[in-house]
């Protein structure tokens, strides 16, 4: 698969000049080492640099890795290119059917066109809008987590290096996208044009000058609250990453949580991305934030009206727990249970398959190294090479439903016009009676159960808020929610606005309520 080759590539950029040596060694030769001293004396014999690895198993797994590159390289995008090829052909294929349905309606006559209105609201105008959105040549994966979960620094290791700031991560209300092109630079979008010269985008590239390294170039532009304003959109990012081909890029977010503009920023932008990677803090207690990702998923899956195109799919997401080395050994499969407990109660239909844990930390070191992957950056790689194309998918398979409900009302609307112009005068006036007649019963019967039903309810409300009235008001729950864990607070620096920070202390006590009524719920 394209993402194998990938892998190839990225390991090839990290890698040290040995990499274009011919290494006389076997595979066998490597598993026969027994110490870490003699894997030493092995690298050191064959020139190999290991760099700051320190443990047996990592020199192996370099050696091994380094015996493997000297096998053929097929270019990364060829996979990619080939899939990206197929979903622009399927997508001008439902274009077509969009553009038939559009000249349809346009050629019927008001009254049938009325009544088609009346079953699909704003029907002529929603084609219109879900074919700009088909044919649109984007397809974006956003990129999310919470404050200080390390999302920044996987997408350095996506980018094989030290690109976006780390601050970026809980400071920023700008959006970053990341795209390919073996031109590193940056496009800075402005809110509003330059007044001087009339530019509304501000282009350099990326490249270490001085003692300005890239990081400092790019925070200039991302760091909002420092300038005291928002004047950037977006910047786009150019880099070389073989895994983003075609209409594919990453959408490196701000910090959910940080506060309410931020937050706002990502739910914007949440019904317009395609897939969906979210980092969680593994060192963080409780780990999940589970008030937050409902929130995130009710935005993401509940659409304003029923007859809306629903783009995001819950299964085009993926969940990654970074600084799982700051979990003790015999302590990961508790917390893996634990954790994936809680994700499955707030995200709808997840699986195992699409929660991933892993030390970004270890993986960069492995990289710096020329060792290659470490297990959960590789497993992670694997899922993002299933995401892609099952996110392409998702969104065919949603226009094709909609197109296919459509149809099918377009289809009953006309065929009772059809059997109505059929019926005899005589016939419509009995058919009007009966229906009128079924129409009062069914408003009597209606009433009757929306009155007995409406006692019910006020019944249980009553006794419900009594019940939770109690749970709140006992002394020890009163004590659990004036608990504060440190590991809760925000990271305040001594410099900063203590009013810019007043959101994230109300919004844990919100979640600390959340999590007590929760409790009192599963009791």
């Not at 064959?46 to 270019?75: C, S, V, W």
């Not at 995401?387 to 459509?406: A, D, G, M, N």
């Not at 929306?450 to 009235?469: A, C, F, S, W």
Request: proline residues 3%.
């Amino acid at each position: 698969m394209y993402l194998n080759e990938v892998k190839f590539e990225l390991k090839h950029k990290m890698a040290d000049q040995s990499d274009g040596m011919s290494f006389k060694y076997t595979v066998e030769d490597v598993q026969r080492l027994t110490s870490i001293t003699g894997a030493m004396d092995f690298c050191e014999f064959h020139e190999i640099d290991y760099g700051d690895l320190e443990t047996m198993d990592d020199i192996k797994n370099l050696l091994l890795f380094k015996l493997k590159k000297q096998t053929a390289r097929l270019p990364a995008s060829t996979m990619m290119k080939k899939l990206i090829d197929e979903d622009i052909k399927k997508r001008q294929e439902l274009s077509r059917v969009y553009g038939k349905l559009r000249e349809f309606m346009n050629k019927v006559d008001d009254k049938l066109k009325l009544q088609v209105e009346t079953a699909i609201p704003n029907c002529i105008a929603k084609i219109t809008q879900y074919n700009h959105e088909l044919v649109k040549d984007e397809c974006p994966i956003l990129v999310a987590g919470e404050t200080s979960a390390g999302k920044s620094s996987l997408l350095n290791l996506l980018l094989g290096e030290e690109v976006l700031p780390y601050s970026l991560l809980s400071t920023t209300s700008t959006l970053c996208q990341l795209k390919n092109d073996d031109r590193k630079r940056a496009v800075v979008h402005l809110m509003e044009p330059d007044p001087t010269t009339g530019r509304e985008t501000i282009e350099f590239d990326l490249k270490k000058t001085g003692d300005s390294s890239i990081q400092d170039q790019l925070q200039e532009y991302a760091n909002s609250k420092e300038r005291g304003a928002d004047t950037y959109k977006f910047i786009e990012i150019f880099w070389p990453i073989p895994l983003l081909q075609g209409n594919v890029f990453i959408v490196d977010s701000p910090g959910v949580g940080e506060n309410e503009f931020m937050n706002k920023v990502v739910m914007d932008y949440l019904p317009k991305a395609f897939a969906f990677i979210y980092v969680i803090n593994s060192g963080n207690a409780g780990g999940v934030q589970e008030g937050r990702l409902e929130k995130l998923l009710k935005i993401l899956t509940d659409p304003k009206d029923r007859d809306q195109l629903q783009m995001f799919d819950p299964e085009s997401a993926i969940f990654v727990f970074n600084k799982w080395d700051q979990v003790p050994p015999d302590e990961e499969e508790e917390v893996r249970k634990k954790t994936l407990e809680k994700l499955m109660r707030c995200w709808q239909g997840l699986t195992e398959k699409q929660v991933f844990y892993l030390s970004v930390t270890e993986a960069f070191r492995n990289l710096r190294a020329g060792a290659g992957f470490t297990e959960g950056y590789q497993k992670l790689l694997d899922g993002i090479q299933e995401l892609v194309p099952k996110s392409l998918q998702t969104k065919l398979t949603k226009h094709h439903k909609w197109i296919e409900f459509f149809v099918g009302r377009l289809t009953y609307v006309i065929r009772t016009k059809i059997m109505n112009a059929r019926r005899t005068m005589q016939e419509k006036q009995e058919k009007k009676e009966e229906i009128t007649k079924r129409l009062d019963k069914l408003q009597r019967t209606s009433d009757d159960v929306l009155l007995k039903m409406t006692n019910t309810l006020d019944d249980r409300i009553e006794k419900i808020v009594d019940g939770l009235h109690q749970f709140l008001s006992s002394p020890s729950t009163m004590e659990r929610l004036n608990e504060w864990n440190t590991a809760e607070l925000p990271d305040v620096k001594i410099n900063a606005f203590v009013s810019s920070r007043k959101s994230p202390l109300f919004h844990d006590r919100e979640s600390g309520f959340r999590k007590q009524t929760k409790n009192w719920q599963e009791s």
